[in-house]
């Protein structure tokens, strides 16, 4: 069964950067046709769509708030996904999730298996 690991959180000043890891271990997903998203959740409001790509063809969506900060990634042969924050805001704090899922969608229900979540706090 599939499990979807996170790294890389962590306390930075703003303006900084920070690189996120999803590590899919065991057998099954993601394939090519998965779609790997990242979320991001703080106490008392719901999980918001962040970014996510088509682990195939590598193409991707970005949510406005960090349209030309952040930008994901994967490597196949490993299995993880990466999402590359740059440019750092106090805003940015929350904990982040990486998930998979089988559809091109920004909305979190369309993702079935989710990381344990990883915390980001920026201090201004």
């Known amino acids: 069964q599939v499990q979807l690991v996170e790294s890389g959180g962590g306390s930075v000043q703003a303006g900084a950067s920070l690189t996120l890891s999803c590590a899919a271990s065991g057998s099954g997903r993601p394939y090519s046709s998965s779609v790997m998203g990242w979320f991001r959740q703080i106490p008392g409001k719901e999980r918001e769509f962040v970014a996510l790509i088509r682990w195939g063809r590598g193409n991707s969506l970005y949510a406005d708030s960090v349209k030309g900060r952040f930008a994901v990634s994967r490597d196949k042969a490993a299995r993880t996904g990466y999402l590359q924050m740059n440019n750092l805001k106090p805003e940015d704090t929350a904990v982040y999730y990486c998930?998979?899922?089988?559809?091109?969608?920004?909305?979190?229900?369309?993702?079935?298996?989710w990381g344990q979540g990883t915390q980001v706090t920026v201090a201004s």
């Open positions: 998930a998979i899922g089988s559809h091109y969608e920004s909305d979190r229900r369309a993702y079935d298996l």
